[in-house]
């Protein structure tokens, strides 16, 4: 099972982007569902977690107010809605699960680039 990752792109500071995030097969349910972002030479940084059960939500504090987590519990997906982008967020995207037993998150898409423009 894989994680696919979509919805990067460009766009300039202050547009919007949609990153969506599904299983590639079946899965059991995760116990959260996360967003990453890693720019080169910068190590890979969580902005926006979601417990599947509870849907308690974390965000990194650079996001608060511009970015919303989000998740289809019958598809196992999450989303990625991202307003009034900045040139900082520009990075490559990571979805990631975290599955009951597993202490990290270990299962992970492909990375999706979002590019934003000055």
């Known amino acids: 099972v894989q994680l696919q990752a979509s919805g990067g792109g460009r766009v300039q500071a202050g547009g919007s982007l949609r990153l969506a995030c599904a299983p590639s097969g079946r899965t059991s349910s995760p116990l959260l569902m996360a967003w990453f972002r890693q720019t080169p030479g910068k190590e890979r940084e969580l902005v926006a977690s979601?417990?599947?059960?509870?849907?308690?939500?974390f965000y990194e504090d650079s996001v608060k107010g511009r970015f919303t987590i989000s998740k289809d519990n019958a598809k196992n997906a999450v989303y990625l809605e991202m307003n009034s982008l900045k040139p900082e967020d520009t990075a490559v995207y990571y979805c990631?699960?975290?599955?009951?037993?597993?202490?990290?998150?270990?299962?992970w898409g492909q990375g999706t680039q979002v590019t934003v423009s000055s």
């Open positions: 979601i417990a599947w059960y509870t849907g308690n939500i």
């Open positions: 990631a699960f975290r599955r009951p037993g597993r202490s990290s998150y270990e299962l």
